[in-house]
């Protein structure tokens, strides 16, 4: 089984940000986590770490502080993303809307232009 799991601070300069905070914010956050996990192979069968690593995601997150660093995300859905960005994502959404109101650019943790 080839997964792996880290925690790393958040600290120095990323807690210098006064409000508003930045969309993606670490200014509140003092620790991060990641979890790797092997991938099985097309037509391999799901691995024991792919278990593992989502009970592992479940036992923690209830004492996170919500949302996730949207680089480290894979397809969570959007409900993940709008926690991730927490109070920007409606910030965010109006300047798409402005900017890229065809939404182009979608192909990441993607921030829906505003209605």
Not at 38 to 48: A, K, L, M, Q, S
Not at 61 to 84: I, K, L, T
């Amino acid at each position: 089984m080839k997964s792996t799991m880290h925690l790393y601070p958040i600290d120095g300069a990323a807690h210098d940000v006064g409000p508003p905070t930045p969309p993606g914010a670490t200014a509140t956050r003092r620790w991060g986590s990641g979890l790797r996990r092997r991938r099985p192979r097309p037509g391999e069968r799901r691995t024991r770490s792919a278990g593992w690593s989502i009970d592992y995601f479940e036992a923690l997150h209830p004492y996170s502080a919500g949302g996730a660093y949207v680089n480290m995300m894979m397809d969570e859905g959007q409900e993940r993303v709008r926690a991730s960005y927490r109070d920007n994502y409606d910030r965010l959404a109006r300047i798409k809307a402005t900017y890229d109101p065809d939404n182009l650019f979608r192909v990441n943790q993607n921030v829906r232009p505003a209605a």
